[in-house]
């Protein structure tokens, strides 16, 4: 038998990989890798499907701490927003999955791995991108991407093999994570209609207003209204509480890596919230030029995340780099929940700047003099004054 892995979801596209390759003489065994997102009896109901589709054996990977550490802990450090709106909800959450699966590939002594991804989208590049730099050895396989197969095509040859699963397309395509689920429908195809209210997995359920403590330490959040647990914890808290309002709701609009344009509607109450509540902590307890060069290199990071080169050294120089800038960013971020939206209210930290002794923006100061001040002023002017006088002498 051929041993092959194979990046397994539970959908149509893999599940036509798992039939068509077993039937082809692969030894099929099926990998998932829950970033979040998946119950016990949803992960149970994938592995009999996939048994049931000729699979060898099917195998989970708890993934979701890993997810934090490896990825999500380095989103919040640079307050990463694609397009300054989306989160990298899925695109982050593919790079660990390649990342696991491949691992899972080479401890088993797979000579194949295999994934679903068509030739139209991001995956295919992320996953290939990971599998060939990781495990050079084996082939990858994809059979959707290769056959160019219509949904329909995959549907057809699973029910002549006598799978009579429920294929029913749904209206809305939702993929649920720990750090946001993204949301596609016939909407999304279009430049200018919104998503309904009815296709985001949250509603609307508390109509008052609730204020929340988030305690963070050294850029990791560490506590709500006082009581503390680990940060991947903290995050489903805390998403929990925000669906409530029907917070974190948008669409994203972006350059897939593929050279098309790409519009997904997206929700992530706890991201959008946990990212505000840290860049204003930030902007409290650091310089303006921590700020400065933390703006670009966060969206550098979050670029080069998308595009799939999480592997590329200079990820881990800019991840070194965002660590070093949070030695200070510890402290209480104020937030109060309203239907649709949130506030930031304000801060409490012993790293605050705006605690300095020299004065408070706007009133009187106490560690300089008026001259002190004149003098500065007009040195600072000098550069513009010369260019002004070389390049317009009239004036």
Known sequence: MKKLVLAYSGGLDTSYCAKSLSEQGYEVHAVSVNTGGFSKEEIAEIKQKALTLGAKNYVSIDAVDNFYNKVVKYLIFGNVLKNNTYPLSVSAERIVQAIEIVNYAKENGANYIAHGSTGAG??????????????????????????????????????????????????YSVNKGLWGTSVGGDETLTSHLPLPNEAYPSQLTNMGTQRLKLSFTKGELTAIDGKSDTPVALIEKLNAIASQFAIGRDIHVGDTIIGIKGRVGFEAAAPLIIIKAHHTLEKHVLTKWQQQHKEYLSNWYGMLLHEGNYLDEVMRNIETFLSDTQKNVTGDVYVSLH?????????????????????????????????????????????????QSVNNPEK
């Not at 082939?139 to 002549?160: A, G």
């Not at 209210?345 to 700047?353: A, C, P, R």
């Open 122 to 171: 991001n995956d295919q590049v992320r996953f290939d991108m990971i599998f060939q730099i990781l495990a050079p050895e084996i082939e990858i396989i994809t059979p959707i991407r290769d056959q160019q197969l219509s949904r329909q095509q995959e549907i057809d040859y699973l029910k002549s093999k006598g799978i009579h699963m429920s294929w029913e397309k749904a209206k």
């Open 339 to 387: 239907p649709y939206r949130f506030l930031i209210e304000g801060i409490q930290s012993e790293h605050d700047l705006m605690n300095a002794k020299f004065g408070s923006y706007g009133e009187m100061n106490k560690g300089w003099t008026a001259e002190q001040a004149k003098g500065f002023i007009k040195l600072s002017s000098n550069a513009v004054k010369i260019h």
